[in-house]
């Protein structure tokens, strides 16, 4: 399920099967809530149909709505989240490799991307720890020169 807006204030809402690809749902919005999303699972609950999970953008609030229902966050999405700290053309060493685990997302399974990422974590542990992290978001200070 996800939004895709034509212009500022119109959106649709769609809920699409993923085995089928057929379109189950749409809602025709101007923002985009987690009270629509709730209200369009609830509506094809009651047409009957049995839904094994949910795949979504991720927004606020959303992966934590439906405790009944298995919800993942789109490998797009996810994607798109490390590319917005990362960018597309890293400089850092750490942040290209991180970058070219990150586009192995959709193309691997769970045990195997976890693991890469491990073995990230472990290889850059240093570069990692080279910058505490100061209270409420506030910039950091580095460590080592």
């Not at 809920?15 to 690809?21: C, E």
């Not at 890469?116 to 580095?142: C, M, P, S, V």
Request: aromatic share 12%; hydrophobic share 35%.
């Amino acid at each position: 399920m996800d939004t895709t807006y034509f212009g500022r204030m119109f959106g649709a809402m769609l809920f699409k099967d993923a085995y089928s690809g057929k379109n189950l749902h749409k809602i025709y919005v101007k923002t985009e809530t987690n009270k629509c999303y709730t209200d369009g699972i609830n509506h094809l609950l009651k047409q009957g149909f049995i839904i094994n999970a949910i795949v979504c953008d991720g927004r606020k609030g959303l992966l934590q709505l439906f405790d009944n229902i298995p919800i993942q966050m789109c490998q797009f999405h996810q994607v798109a989240i490390i590319r917005r700290y990362l960018t597309k053309k890293p400089k850092v060493q750490a942040n290209k490799e991180l970058w070219e685990h990150a586009l192995l997302l959709a193309h691997t399974d769970k045990e195997s991307f976890e693991g890469g990422l491990k073995a990230w974590h472990n290889k850059w542990i240093d570069f990692l720890n080279e910058q505490k992290i100061g209270n409420r978001g506030k910039k950091g200070t580095f460590t080592k020169s």
